[in-house]
Structures are given as structure tokens and as C-alpha cells.
């Protein structure tokens, strides 16, 4: 399990401003830090991806070549963001998916079972850049109002960005499913690193670990990207006595 956390915007392009001068990009920015924490803490592997600066256009698209670059180790990209309203007392989580696309809701929904209900707040469909560029299930987070200065003055506090990286961690768990998976072999606890998890309802265990507890032989052809698996059985001579059973049968 990976996740890319991008805070949206960039130090030199920093988004929206709040009534006191609290910008977007830093706000999301300092959530981030947070949020990776959090996710590495429970053993899931995060990294920060902010948009270089330059042209907005430009830097989404370099942005989502490297996303998109790391498609096989990504499970879930989070692009964060605030919300700004005319409506200074507008506050609450906005979370954006790709209109269609079903994992994308799927997630959505579960981040935001987490987050407090207001009339602003909600999961929206979207076609927002990022979320049509992302090859795996991705949301835009609005993670508050920046324009509401109660929201803008949360946000400056630790206890916020702890609080809210554990909603979207609490999120995260519901949809990948629990992690924390004891793999039992015949009896004998076997530990495996990575640990399993649980990805779309499969179950993962690395393949070397399941064949060592079952004396089956692991041989990986990296340039042909062909895994041989020989089981007991295949790396066993063959016994006479099985083929005069065959011929008899
Ligand atoms: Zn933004």
C-alpha cells in the first residue's frame, strides 16, 4: 500500500489566502507532513508530491507524470486543497472524484464517513485535471474553508492537522480494509515484511514467504518478468509407483 499526498499548489504559486494570511499551499502543506506520519506510523508507505512551480497547467502535468510514473506502487493518490467561499461562515470538507469513476467514489464515501456533516460540506463528482490524470482511485480534498476565519485559525493549530490526518487515515482503512493481518501456516505464526494487506479485498503476502513455509522453490526472471514458482512436488523425482498407477488406471 502506498499513497501520494499532494499538497495542492506550490511556494511560489501558494493558492488561496486567508483572512489573516494563512495560504493554501502551507496549510496543506503542514497537513501533509502530518498525514505521512500518521500513515507510516500504521506501516503504510506515503510520499509528498508538491507541483513545481511555474505555468498552473504545466506543473499538473509534470505533477501527474510522476504520479502516474510510480502507477504500479500507488494505491491511492490525495490531492489536497482548501475551499473558498463568498460565505464567510461556510466551513466543513469538500472531497472530489472523478464523475465515473467508481473506485474514486468508492473512496471518497469512506473518507468522508469521517468528517463532520454541514450544509458546505459533501463528496462531489468533478473533472478536475488531476483526478482525469490519475491512473489509480484519487480525490481532491478541500479540507476546509479558508475564506471562514474560525477555519483559518484551526488550521494554524497542531490539534487540527492531527485531527484531521486521522480522519483521512480512518478513511483510508475503510476502503483498503484492515491491515493488521496475522498469516498463520499449519499452525506456526509467520511473520512477513512487507506485512500483508488487504488491496480491493485481495489478500497480499509476499510470494517468498508463503513458498519457503511451503518448501516450494521462488525464481523471479526480472528481465522477462516471469515468476516460476516449483512446488514440492515439481522439485520431487517422480516415483515410479505414481506412473503404474496412471497406466493401470
Ligand atoms: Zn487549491
Not at 511555474?54 to 504520479?67: C, D, F, T
Not at 511451503?214 to 505414481?242: H, K, M, N, Q, Y
Request: aromatic share 8%.
Amino acid at each position: 500500500m502506498k499513497v501520494i499526498i499532494n499538497p495542492g499548489h506550490s511556494t511560489t504559486s501558494p493558492g488561496v489566502m486567508g483572512p489573516t494570511g494563512l495560504y493554501e499551499h502551507d496549510a496543506v502543506f503542514a497537513l501533509s507532513q502530518v498525514l505521512k506520519a500518521a500513515l507510516e506510523e500504521r506501516k503504510i508507505e506515503a510520499e509528498i508530491l508538491v507541483q513545481p512551480g511555474g505555468n498552473e497547467k504545466w506543473a499538473l502535468s509534470h505533477l501527474m507524470q510522476r504520479v502516474n510514473a510510480r502507477q504500479h506502487e500507488v494505491d491511492v493518490f490525495l490531492s489536497l486543497h482548501c475551499a473558498f467561499s463568498k460565505d464567510r461562515a461556510a466551513y466543513g470538507t469538500r472531497i472530489h472524484y472523478l464523475e465515473g469513476a467508481e473506485e474514486s467514489r468508492l473512496l471518497a464515501e469512506n473518507l468522508f464517513k469521517h468528517f463532520p456533516k454541514t450544509p458546505w460540506a459533501g463528496i462531489f463528482p468533478s473533472q478536475e485535471f488531476v483526478l482525469q490524470q490519475a491512473r489509480c482511485p484519487a480525490v481532491l480534498i478541500e479540507v476546509e474553508h479558508l475564506s471562514n476565519p474560525e477555519a483559518e485559525m484551526l488550521m494554524r493549530h497542531e490539534a487540527w492537522l492531527q485531527k484531521t490526518a486521522e480522519r483521512l487515515v480512518a478513511g483510508l482503512f475503510d476502503f483498503i480494509g484492515p491491515q493488521d493481518i496475522r498469516l498463520i501456516i499449519d499452525g506456526k505464526e509467520i511473520f512477513a515484511e512487507p506485512v500483508p494487506q488487504v488491496v480491493y479485498g485481495d489478500i497480499m503476502v509476499p510470494v517468498r514467504v508463503i513458498a519457503d513455509a511451503l518448501g516450494a522453490r521462488v525464481e523471479w526472471d526480472g528481465d522477462a518478468r516471469i515468476l516460476r514458482i516449483f512446488t514440492r512436488r515439481a522439485l520431487r523425482p517422480a516415483e515410479p509407483s505414481e506412473e503404474g498407477k496412471e497406466t493401470e488406471g
